[in-house]
């Protein structure tokens, strides 16, 4: 559309005054063209406002709907502590967990080729595009009490289904893979260079990692861990079908705020803006600390 | 001594060479991009492994594929300097400098900081440890670049193309204290570039690759005497015909019909100078290389009646200055011009050096029909 206005604005150039200098011409164009970037900066403004705009308006009305008091009061509440302590605690672990196993898993991904690297790659993303409820039930079928490997443990004495285990092996299925993706791409856009040069200088693989690569992603990773954290932190559909809805076992802070939507709307509002501030804070620091990295390292 | 041996395939590039170098030797790789040269500093480092393989330095070997041998590159005695310099961009200057006794291990911090101080010395960068890469020059970086390299006293120092991202001047100041250092330590160096001038400035040896493989192998004197490919010719500057033996005679003169067909006018007449190198006498059907110094090489544009006994007529490709200087004398703009002209399409053009001053008075432009003479006695005919 833009290049189509271009011409126009062109055609009607050369017809207006017949034959143009070409310097006039240009002066012209030039002219022109600081219109379009005026426009195209006053669309790029109000399309992005927009965006941000319907991102806020909802959140605000959270917080319209909540006084601090009410919070406060809320905060008390031994139920509503529970599950703010069990989604702190459960989201530590299968963020731990998520970058304990997720990190290797980013370098085999980023930094080697091998038949079948495509398939891997897909089955990481996965779980990002499946409906959380899908993940859960296919949990539930794998480590069920009749599940496929859930049978064996029953033998054991072993329950994983409806646990605390369940919530962290949920919220592992579906967050890991946004640790694995966003390191993975981090790593990828670090030059091999670098881990190169310490191979010159006397550096294992090992000690290159630890000593180059690492350091240079940190930001990379920081932001992976932020984005994977998060998502544990939101995890609704597959813990209520793999954990259920039990308090103090299994009722996170999002369950908590389905629960208490069905009896008890304020409650219900006032864990929200709870869980929301907890996530706004946590996102930010690690945002913070991601911006000083860099700068520290110039990257 | 070094010795290496290399041959292996990457993709469609076919690396196939052999080289040694005495102790504390600089050798000198040239070629254009593409030729390899890049790739067998990476096999000395130990960065790529070759197909088949031998690399020993100093008595120990490093790499011996038929015995299935291969050293990891962070065991081999050898310092490598990258052309981007490629600073751990989160260490200061001296952790940088530090990283490769870190990594070594078993160095107290009294001796690291001792030779990293050393290190930083050698290339005039001292109290600048606390600095981070972003902070200096391109100049600055490649000589911490270079004391990184130096502070693990390398038994070998591999130089990629160490000079050519910095401008001239920087250039020049970088070049001068490598030399410094190269000739104060004795250490046996292979340096990879594509410019000649690095040949002239450091090479002890000089070997040009083409493709993958060695195309010649020698000192400067052995590259521009008896330059063994037209890339080489242009490289040193000299003008390389080929041609096969057609007469000789005893005084040395041979007769070089450089066209298969037997075209008169494409004989050139040269002699085949004394060489410990090579064969004085030359035969018949020999196919022989023949150089000619542009310089050498007269202009003229009429068919000359000189005494010069090799003419060509041809067409001007091409027209550059080469040199330039300030006549004080009369302000005029003097130096020299270097004139390519064809004279025959299917060999390489000719080139001549000339006089600004007489490229003027004889009107050259491209396209315009020339002649060209030389003596041949100012030509040079080897094997």
Known sequence: MEQAAHRASENSNTLATGVTSQTTARKKRFGGSSLTTWITMAILIILAGTFFLYLLVPLAALLFHAPPSQIWEQMQQPDVLEALKLSFVTTAISTALAVVFGLPAAIILARTSFPGHRLLETLATIPTVLPPTVAGLALLLTYGRMGLIGQYLNVLGIRIAFTTTAVVMAQIFVAAPFFVNTARSGLEQLHNRYETAAYTLRASPFQAFRHVVLPLVSPALLTAVGLAWARALGEFGATITFAGNFPGVTQTLPIAVYTASQTNLDKSIAISVILLAVSFAVLLTLGLARTWLSKKWSI | ????????????????????????????????????????????????????????????????????????????????????????????????????????????????????????????????????????????????????????????????????????????????????????????????????????????????????????????????????????????????????????????????????????????????????????????????????????????????????????????????????????????MEGLMRVSMLIDPALPPLSADITVTSSTQMDLSQGKVIYASFKATETRAYL
């Open chain 2, 1 to 332: 001594m070094l010795d290496a041996q290399f041959d292996t395939l990457l993709g469609s590039f076919h690396l196939d060479m052999r080289f040694s170098s005495e102790s504390g030797k600089t050798t000198v790789l040239l070629g254009e991009s593409g030729s390899g040269k890049s790739t067998v500093l990476r096999l000395l480092a130990g960065l790529l492994k070759p197909d088949k393989g031998l690399f020993v330095l100093d008595d120990e070997t490093y790499v011996d594929t038929a015995q299935h041998f291969e050293i990891p590159p962070q065991e081999r005695p050898i310092g490598y300097v990258f052309q981007e310099y490629v600073l751990f961009p989160h260490l200061s200057v001296f952790d940088n400098v530090a990283f490769g006794l870190k990594m070594q291990g078993g160095i107290s911090r009294q001796e690291i900081r001792q030779r990293v101080g050393e290190a930083l010395e050698q290339v005039h960068l001292v109290g600048y440890d606390d600095r981070h890469p972003r902070q200096l020059s391109g100049g600055q970086q490649q000589r911490v670049a270079i004391a990184r390299a130096l502070a693990l006293k390398p038994q070998l120092l591999l130089l990629d193309e160490s000079l050519s991202a910095l401008d001239i001047q920087t250039r020049r100041e970088v070049e001068q204290e490598l030399r410094q250092i190269l000739s104060r330590l004795q250490l046996t160096t292979v340096m990879v570039s594509h410019q000649y001038i690095d040949a002239l400035l450091f090479g002890d040896q000089i070997i040009v690759l083409d493709q993958g493989k060695v195309i010649q192998q020698g000192s400067h004197l052995d590259l521009l005497l008896h330059p063994q490919s037209p890339y080489i010719a242009e490289m040193v500057g000299v003008n390389l015909l080929k041609g096969q033996v057609v007469s000789t005679n005893a005084s040395l003169f041979h007769t070089i019909s450089l066209s298969k067909s037997e075209r008169k006018d494409l004989e050139v007449i040269a002699i085949s100078q004394d060489d410990t190198h090579h064969p004085t006498k030359l035969t018949l059907q020999q196919e022989v290389s023949v150089v000619v110094d542009p310089r050498s090489i007269t202009l003229h544009q009429s068919k000359p009646e000189s005494s010069a006994r090799n003419v060509f007529r041809g067409e001007i490709i091409q027209i550059v200055p080469i040199s330039a200087t300030l006549s004080e004398t009369d302000k005029k």
